[in-house]
C-alpha cells in the first residue's frame, strides 16, 4: 500500500474534476487520506514515532488543498485572488474538520496514550513512503503557502470559527503534543485533557458556524461532537446509574430544545 494514496489522488481526483462530481472528489479525499495513514505506519519496524505524520498530514495537505497547484494552467487565476475559490475546495476543508476530530475524540481516552510510549521509532522498511511521504508534503506545503495571507490577518473573531488560523493552530498544538510524549516525556494526563479541551473547542466552533451561517450540517455536527464527548465522559468513569440517568435525560431535552429553535429561526437561511 506504499503508493496507494499517490494512485488514488492521481487517477480520482483528475475524474472528479473531469466528471464535476463531489461524491467522487470526497471518496478521493478520504481514500488519499485513509491509504497514507495506513500505509505509511507499518513503514517501519517500530512506527510509533509516524504517527503524528500519519495522523495530521492528510487533514494539512486537505484543508490547503487547492486545484491550482497541480494544475499546469490554472485559467489565469490564482487562489490569491479573493474571487478565487476551487470547487472542490469546501469539501476537502469538511473532510479534514471530520478527520481532525476523529483524531481528536480518539486520543481524547486516557488508555491509548501509555501505549505510544512502548516503542521507539526504529529501522524503516520498504521504498513506498520515500516517494508518497515526500510528495504528499511537498503539496501540503505548497498549499500552506498560498494561504499564508489568510494567516496574517488571523483574528479568533472572524466571521467563521473554523478557519485557516483555527486549523492551523488545532495541527501544530497537536503534534507538539504528540513529539513531547513520544519523544521527551511522559504527559498522558496533560495530553488526554488538551485533546479533549481541542474536541470541545471544534465543536463549539461548529455550533457557532451552524449558528452564524444558517448551515444545518455544520450545526447538527457540532451538537453531535459535543453529545458525544459529554456521553463518552460519562461513561468512561463509574458513576452513579441515576446520575448517568438524569444527564441522558438532560442531554436529550437540550438538543431537542436546542434542534427545534435552529429550525424555526434558522429555516428560511439554510
Known amino acids: 500500500m506504499g503508493f496507494m494514496a499517490l494512485i488514488v489522488g492521481g487517477l480520482f481526483v ?44 492528510p487533514p494539512a495537505l486537505l484543508w490547503a488543498y487547492d486545484s491550482a497547484i497541480w494544475q499546469w494552467a490554472p485559467s489565469g487565476r490564482t487562489s490569491a485572488n479573493p474571487l478565487y475559490v476551487d470547487r472542490f475546495q469546501p469539501i476537502a476543508r469538511s473532510l479534514t474538520v471530520w478527520h481532525l476530530a476523529i483524531v481528536l475524540y480518539a486520543f481524547s481516552f486516557n488508555e491509548i496514550w501509555p501505549g505510544l510510549r512502548e516503542t521507539l521509532p526504529g529501522s ?32 479568533p473573531l472572524q466571521e467563521r470559527s473554523v478557519n485557516t488560523g483555527a486549523i492551523a493552530i488545532l495541527l501544530i498544538f497537536s503534534g507538539s503534543l504528540f513529539i513531547w510524549h513520544i519523544f521527551v516525556t511522559d504527559i498522558t494526563i496533560a495530553a488526554t485533557f488538551f485533546f479533549n479541551v481541542m474536541l470541545f473547542l471544534l465543536a463549539i466552533a461548529l455550533l457557532r458556524d451552524g449558528l452564524a451561517l444558517g448551515t444545518r450540517h455544520t450545526f447538527w455536527g457540532g451538537m453531535s461532537l459535543i453529545i458525544l464527548g459529554l456521553l463518552t465522559r460519562l461513561f468512561e468513569y ?33
Open 14 to 57: 483528475p475524474l472528479a474534476y473531469r466528471c464535476r462530481s463531489r461524491v467522487l472528489f470526497a471518496l478521493a479525499g478520504l481514500g488519499v487520506a485513509v491509504s497514507f495513514t495506513w500505509g505509511l505506519l507499518p513503514a517501519s519496524d517500530n512506527w510509533i514515532g509516524l504517527v503524528p505524520v500519519a495522523l495530521l498530514l
Open 124 to 155: 524503516f522498511t520498504g521504498i513506498g513512503w520515500t516517494v508518497e511521504l515526500p510528495v504528499l508534503a511537498v503539496f501540503t506545503g505548497l498549499g500552506w503557502l498560498r494561504l499564508r495571507h489568510q494567516l496574517k490577518g488571523w483574528s
Open 238 to 270: 463509574n458513576i452513579d446509574l441515576m446520575f448517568k440517568a438524569f444527564v441522558l435525560v438532560l442531554c436529550g431535552i437540550c438538543v431537542i430544545i436546542t434542534g427545534l429553535w435552529f429550525e424555526r429561526h434558522l429555516k428560511p437561511v439554510s
